[in-house]
């Protein structure tokens, strides 16, 4: 595998921005495990970062490097800061960038890269599992799968776990009034409404909580949410907490899911 660090310029944000990004190698050698993968349609996970993390922080507390070289995937680790994978009310559109420009200049650069939806996925933690999220429900058409892990799921319906977080005022310059986010495109109980009720492609779910997280009542919720729609989820628990822990042995499991579930 090689391991890229990049400097792009986005022009929705009108900002450079870090990108790490994984990609199969063929290599040969002599310790080690050598690599006859794919170089050409390569399957491509764009991998999410959590509040206070970066595009750095999933290859510095996982090896998520190592779980990706098993099955030949790119992995795309942008920096996102802390814009919720959200068009904000103070004018930085992370949204935008996220769903939108982001691939476009990953293809750009790594045209090796497939662009079939059946080999795209998104995956995050916390903050970026409500981002995959979002990006699964309101561009279902360009993602086959999407991974959330102890995602902040709970935007719209449950901000009380959010405020448990940072103030209103924070999340108000992000969502706008709190008050009116239920119900908004950043709901992502709108976004499951929206999608089920339209004639696009439903991508597959995947989310994992820790029973003693705070936000493991909001995942449960938005697994029975979502099966409600008859939509295809796999909701997996059991003991551990908002941490790195958890979060380097659930993305295990949610690979081999991922690979594995038809």
């Known amino acids: 595998m090689a391991f890229i660090q990049a400097n792009i310029y986005s022009n929705i944000l009108e900002m450079e921005v870090n990108l790490n990004v994984i990609l199969p190698q063929k290599t040969k050698k002599v310790i080690g495990t050598s690599s006859q993968q794919e170089t050409t349609d390569v399957p491509v996970l764009y991998l999410l970062h959590g509040m206070g993390g970066n595009h750095s922080v999933w290859e510095r507390r996982s090896s998520i490097e190592r779980y990706a070289s098993h099955y030949g995937l790119a992995v795309i680790m942008p920096s996102t800061d802390q814009g919720w994978y959200t068009d904000t009310t103070y004018d930085m559109n992370y949204w935008t960038f996220i769903s939108e420009e982001l691939p476009e200049i990953c293809h750009e650069l790594f045209p090796q890269l497939t662009k079939k939806r059946e ?144």
Request: hydrophobic content about 45%.
């Open 119 to 262: 080999k795209t996925f998104a995956a995050g933690l916390s903050m970026g599992g409500y981002g995959a999220i979002k990006l699964g429900l309101a561009k279902s058409e360009n993602f086959a799968a999407v991974i959330s892990l102890s995602g902040a799921v709970s935007v719209g319906n449950r901000m009380d776990d959010l405020l448990m977080v940072r103030k209103a005022a924070f999340w108000e310059g992000i969502f706008g009034p709190l008050d009116q986010v239920k119900g908004s495109v950043n709901d992502p109980q709108r976004l499951l409404e929206d999608l089920a009720n339209s004639n696009k492609p439903v991508p597959r779910i995947y989310l994992a909580c820790g029973e003693s997280d705070f936000l493991y009542q909001a995942n449960e919720e938005m697994a029975a949410a979502i099966r409600e729609k008859g939509m295809d989820v796999t909701f997996e628990h059991g003991p551990g907490e908002h941490n790195w822990v958890f979060w380097d042995q659930w993305i295990q499991r949610a690979l081999s899911w991922l690979f594995t579930e038809k």
